[in-house]
């Protein structure tokens, strides 16, 4: 089946610094990419969407410049958090959709902790 | 009114029971819809799709949709401590295939 590789899946870093996360699909062609945010025991909150080899689509409240998204790829996406602050901390996630079917495919996850 | 209800729970159930999931919903727009597992810490995984209404068995989950209702269930029989998981339905939302999720609802199966 599809396989989305989420790294890094755990990640410390000081306030004022930037940390980027990278999803990969393994094995099919991502030509949309979602970025969700999971905060304890609450939902997946969409952050944004992507389209490879366009900008981002990001949902209302989401700063664009704070949070950037790269989908250079039809494989590779990316998020920067920027200048990250300890209520960025939270649970990050990346969802693929490939040009077969339906599905969306989940990578595992990205816990940051800002200090 | 949100788009999509889901009682969190915590649900709590022995092992070999019977559990019943729901998510109500106010989109008649809504074509597909999907049951995730998500174990703590990790990403969501597809457990049932479904598009428009009637049932869809596999193994031991149900999923089943009603959309006269606006209505979806997952059913898991013979339930086992590793189901223990949060799981949360989601729908789409149309031409811009954004996913709308539910709260998400925290099982527990007690051996």
């Known amino acids: 089946g599809a396989v989305v590789s989420q790294h890094p899946s755990r990640v410390i870093c000081k306030s004022g610094t930037s940390v980027k996360i990278e999803c990969r699909s393994l094995?099919?062609?991502?030509?949309?990419m979602f970025w969700y945010r999971q905060f304890p025991k609450q939902s997946l909150m969409l952050m944004a969407t992507?389209?490879?080899?366009?900008?981002?689509?990001?949902e209302q409240g989401v700063e664009k410049d704070k949070f950037l998204i790269n989908h250079a790829s039809l494989t590779l996406s990316t998020l920067t958090v920027t200048s990250a602050h300890p209520e960025d901390s939270s649970f990050y996630i990346c969802?693929?959709?490939?040009?077969?079917?339906?599905?969306?495919?989940f990578g595992s996850g990205t816990r940051l902790t800002v200090v | 009114q949100k788009e999509v209800e889901q009682d969190p729970g915590p649900l709590s159930v022995p092992e070999g029971a019977i559990v019943s999931l729901n998510c109500t919903y106010s989109?008649?727009?809504?074509?597909?819809f999907m049951w995730y597992r998500q174990y703590s810490r990790k990403g969501p995984e597809l457990l049932m799709y479904?598009?428009s209404s009637g049932n869809k068995e596999d193994g031991r989950f149900t999923a089943q949709v009603d959309k006269s209702s606006k209505y979806i269930s997952l059913f898991i029989r013979d339930s086992q401590p590793s189901d223990s998981a949060t799981y949360l339905c989601?729908?789409?939302?149309?031409?811009?295939?954004?996913?709308?999720w539910g709260l998400g609802t925290s099982l527990a199966v007690n051996p």
């Open positions: 969802s693929a959709r490939g040009d077969r079917g339906l599905g969306y495919t």
């Open positions: 094995d099919f062609q991502a030509t949309t």
């Open positions: 992507s389209n490879e080899g366009s900008k981002a689509t990001y």
């Open positions: 989109n008649s727009a809504f074509q597909y």
């Open positions: 479904t598009y």
């Open positions: 989601a729908m789409d939302a149309g031409n811009n295939r954004k996913l709308i």
